[in-house]
Structures are given as C-alpha cells and as structure tokens.
C-alpha cells in the first residue's frame, strides 16, 4: 500500500469560463450554489476531490471521489492507499500562497470510467461534477460542468480510473481547515510552515524524515505542486510502518 500527498489549487477562474459556466448552470440549482459559494470555498473549480457533491449528493463529504486531476496518482492507486489533501489558495494583492490541510481519503473503489455507468453499485456517482465522461452504451462521451473543459479528457484523465473513497476511513474538513503554510511569490521553495503545534505535528508526520527540504510548493513559478508518495520516498516508513497507523495519526489533526 502506498500514501500520496497531493495539493489542488484553488483556482481562479477567468470572467469568461465563470460566465460559461455559469450559464451551463442555469438549469442546475446545485451547480448555481457551488458557484456562489466558490469564491471564498476551499473548493477545487471543477469539484474534484468532490466534497460538495458527495455533502450535498450522499450526506458526507467523507464520500467523496476523485475523477479528473492527478491521472498520474490516480492510475497508481489501490484500495487500501491514502490520499492526503491540501488546498492551495492563492493571495493576489499579496503575491502569497496559502496552505490548508484539508484531510485524507482511504481508497475504498477503483472504478473504471465505464463501470461507473454500467454497474448499478456506483449509481449514485453519477450525478457528481467530476464524472468527467458518460457511456452512452457504446463509447465514452465527454460529460463536464466547469469551463474550460480538458482537451486531454480522452486520452489521458479518462483512461485513469475513477476513485471513491471509504467513508469510514477518510476524514475531511472543507469549511475551516485548518491554514498550515504560506509561500511569497519571488522565494525559493519550499513554504513556510506555521510554528502552531498542529502545524507542527503535521509536518513532522508527513517530511519529519525525509532528507531533502521538499513540501508542498515544488517550484517559484506557475503552479507546481508535485505529488509526493510518502511511503516510497521514506518519509514515514520508519516512524509510521503501517498505513493504519498512518490514518490514525491524520484522523486526530484533522
């Protein structure tokens, strides 16, 4: 079994993709309130990890799925791998970039796209925003909500399976997560981590033993945040041997 950790990015979405998606919503009253709620959400854009659709859709967001970013992690997961979260928001006036620990999720499915539309056990996925393409009994059709859709749907994020999450074994917090790290435009990486004791315990648990300065923030221009396998790159094959004990310790700093 393996541990990721992977940070989305809170994007901003152009006056034009809000506007296209935002009449792709007309007819969609769920759809409408994600977009009014987005701004100051920690939220992905296009509701991937799906916390808003798997609280508003299933009563949980400890039901949520992960269908569209990170093919790479994604076509590498089994059940069993966890799947740590951070939400990464960018400060515009103040050329900052701010770090919050959203949770983890504990890899209950691994479904192929397909038989999210063909097999009766993931119907109520189905109606999620990060389906990303429906069966139309025949081939795979491009299904997306949030502008601008993905060129690479087809051969490259679709091709990755679906992942939906134990319930019983994921804990995510998406209305205050608690703020862990800042990062100012024009540094060197990584960020700066927060000198709280939670801040803290969390750092250590996840980089308190690996040998090279590396966190969230992988690069000082675009957008980089490269996924880091815990398990395979050491940080916690010595402290914490067992994914169980993995998931313990991040359940109490959720």
């Known amino acids: 079994?393996?541990?990721?950790?992977?940070?989305?990015?809170?994007?901003?979405?152009s006056r034009a993709q809000r506007r296209k998606t935002e009449e792709a919503a007309k007819?969609?009253?769920?759809?409408?309130?994600?977009?009014?709620?987005?701004?100051q959400s920690y939220f992905d854009w296009?509701?991937?990890?799906?916390?808003?659709?798997?609280?508003?859709?299933?009563?949980?967001?400890?039901?949520?799925?992960?269908?569209?970013?990170r093919q790479d992690v994604r076509t590498s997961?089994?059940?069993?791998?966890?799947?740590?979260?951070?939400?990464?928001?960018?400060?515009?006036?103040?050329?900052?970039?701010?770090?919050?620990?959203?949770?983890?999720?504990?890899?209950?499915?691994?479904?192929?796209?397909?038989?999210l539309w063909t097999k009766a056990a993931y119907k109520p996925y189905r109606s999620f925003y990060n389906v990303?393409?429906?069966?139309?009994?025949?081939?795979?059709?491009?299904?997306?909500?949030?502008?601008?859709?993905?060129?690479?749907?087809?051969?490259?994020?679709?091709?990755?399976p679906y992942i939906i999450f134990d319930p019983t074994q994921s804990a995510f917090d998406v209305i205050s997560p608690h703020h862990v790290a800042k990062w100012d435009s024009g540094t060197p990486p990584p960020e700066v981590w927060n000198g709280d004791l939670r801040s803290k315990k969390l750092e250590r648990l996840l980089f308190g033993e690996r040998q090279i300065k590396r966190r969230l923030r992988t690069s000082s221009t675009g957008y980089a945040h490269t996924k880091l396998n815990l398990?395979?790159?050491?940080?916690?094959?010595?402290?914490?041997?067992?994914?169980h004990d993995l998931r313990a310790a991040l359940r109490h700093l959720v």
């Open 27 to 39: 007819d969609d009253p769920l759809l409408r309130d994600f977009l009014i709620q987005y701004d």
């Open 1 to 13: 079994m393996n541990a990721y950790v992977c940070t989305y990015r809170h994007f901003q979405p």
């Open 231 to 243: 398990t395979k790159d050491g940080a916690i094959v010595r402290k914490v041997r067992e994914i």
């Open 132 to 160: 990303l393409a429906c069966f139309d009994g025949t081939k795979l059709v491009q299904r997306e909500y949030f502008h601008p859709y993905h060129d690479d749907w087809q051969t490259r994020r679709a091709v990755a």
């Open 77 to 115: 997961l089994v059940d069993g791998d966890v799947v740590v979260f951070f939400c990464a928001k960018q400060d515009k006036p103040k050329k900052c970039w701010h770090y919050f620990f959203i949770g983890f999720g504990t890899v209950k499915h691994v479904v192929e796209r397909r038989d």
């Open 46 to 69: 296009g509701d991937d990890p799906s916390f808003y659709s798997a609280f508003h859709r299933l009563g949980t967001i400890n039901k949520a799925s992960w269908g569209v970013c």
